[in-house]
């Protein structure tokens, strides 16, 4: 196959060819050379054109799993008929729910060996999600339904919480060890006032730990 002389095109097909060994090898087992194999004929050279390092290619592919539900996300922030911690509420369950996290989990990149992975995951923690989660807050002030003096770093506390000391793929804890994380979570948050974690959330958050472990495991 030639080199696809329309570079999108070319681009989408490295994103698509790798998700999908992602999902079937596992990140870790997954390397550059693996995925130019199965490009049906593109060179090396095409995907460096596009990526400097495989690091780069599994965040092309989050962002196109989490795309869809990054747009629900922007669609509760703009609703009229809920108020702050409401809309808190239903961030925090759409993000629980959300079905590209089972994909992510099945790949099973461990961050704590990829530091370029966990820079441009602490990069979306501060930026974009603290963001909106902070304009919420505030909004949340404004109509009573949240008491907080400092939004800014409440949100941040809250994006650090949820994206990485949770994240089974930084902390390597057990089903065990990540239930009590969620117990004492669910815990600080009513003290501040945020009772946005319920059972099925819990739950749902369980489950993505037991799976990264069952994809972990089959790759020892």
């Known amino acids: 196959?030639?080199?696809?002389?329309?570079?999108?095109?070319?681009?989408?097909?490295?994103?698509?060819?790798?998700?999908?060994?992602?999902?079937?090898?596992?990140?870790?087992h997954t390397?550059?050379?693996?995925?130019?194999?199965?490009?049906?004929?593109?060179?090396?050279?095409?995907?460096?054109?596009?990526?400097?390092?495989?690091?780069e290619i599994m965040n092309a592919v989050?962002?196109?799993?989490?795309?869809?539900s990054n747009q629900k996300l922007y669609q509760i922030c703009k609703r009229t008929?809920?108020?702050?911690?409401?809309k808190l509420k239903e961030i925090f369950r759409t993000s629980a729910?959300?079905?590209?996290?089972?994909?992510?989990?099945?790949?099973?990149?461990?961050?704590?060996?990829?530091?370029?992975?966990?820079r441009l995951l602490l990069n979306e923690t501060q930026t974009e999600s603290v963001d909106m989660v902070q304009k919420i807050l505030e909004e949340g002030i404004a109509d009573g339904s949240i008491h907080t003096e400092f939004p800014r770093e409440l949100a941040e506390v809250l994006m650090l919480v949820s994206n990485v000391w949770?994240?089974?793929?930084?902390?390597?804890?057990?089903?065990?060890?990540?239930?009590?994380?969620?117990k004492f979570y669910q815990y600080t948050?009513?003290?501040?006032?945020?009772?946005i974690l319920d059972d099925e959330v819990i739950a749902s958050l369980e489950g993505y730990t037991v799976l990264y472990n069952?994809?972990?495991?089959?790759?020892e």
């Open 62 to 68: 989050a962002d196109r799993m989490y795309s869809p």
């Open 166 to 182: 949770l994240n089974p793929m930084i902390y390597h804890s057990s089903l065990e060890e990540t239930v009590h994380k969620l």
């Open 81 to 86: 008929d809920l108020n702050g911690l409401e």
């Open 97 to 118: 729910f959300n079905p590209a996290h089972k994909n992510m989990f099945v790949a099973a990149p461990d961050m704590m060996k990829n530091p370029q992975l966990l």
């Open 31 to 55: 390397s550059i050379q693996d995925i130019i194999d199965h490009l049906g004929g593109l060179s090396k050279g095409a995907i460096y054109y596009h990526f400097k390092s495989k690091e």
């Open 189 to 195: 948050l009513k003290l501040w006032g945020l009772d």
């Open 1 to 28: 196959m030639a080199r696809n002389k329309y570079p999108e095109e070319t681009r989408n097909l490295i994103i698509d060819t790798a998700a999908r060994l992602f999902t079937e090898k596992g990140y870790e």
């Open 214 to 219: 069952q994809k972990k495991g089959e790759e």
